[in-house]
């Protein structure tokens, strides 16, 4: 009983916190670290902020990446940088859990 009761209360945190912002948040425009450095270069300049140079994969496809492609790739990046860290990590929980119990059986 007091298990049903548990998950029943983090479902409907969940479904909260999911649909909250939507409200919480409304009209409020997001941008990124990017848009925010060429405003702050145009307005110590006043000049307009220009690229040194071109991303490589906008020069292959002669253009500029779609907003989607974009996102994939950053997620793919975020994925193996998670799977790396995640690696390590039980890597070394692996050795420590090995050599206490290593430690107990030689005393």
């Known amino acids: 009983m007091k298990t049903s009761k548990t998950v029943v209360i983090l479902l409907v945190l969940a479904v909260l916190i999911a649909i909250v912002p939507f409200f919480a948040l409304k009209g ?3 941008g990124g670290s990017d848009d925010a450095g ?7 300049t006043g000049t307009e902020y220009e690229a040194w140079f071109t991303p490589v994969l906008e020069q ?10 974009e996102s994939l790739l950053f997620c793919i990046q975020t994925g ?7 690696f390590f ?3 070394f929980s692996e050795r ?8 107990k059986e030689i005393e």
């Open 28 to 30: 409020a425009e997001f």
């Open 38 to 44: 060429s405003e702050m270069v145009n307005e110590i």
């Open 60 to 69: 292959f496809i002669g253009g500029e990446l779609p907003g989607e492609i």
């Open 80 to 86: 193996i940088g998670v799977g790396i860290i995640a």
């Open 89 to 91: 990590i039980g890597k």
């Open 96 to 103: 420590k859990r090995i050599e206490t119990k290593l430690g």
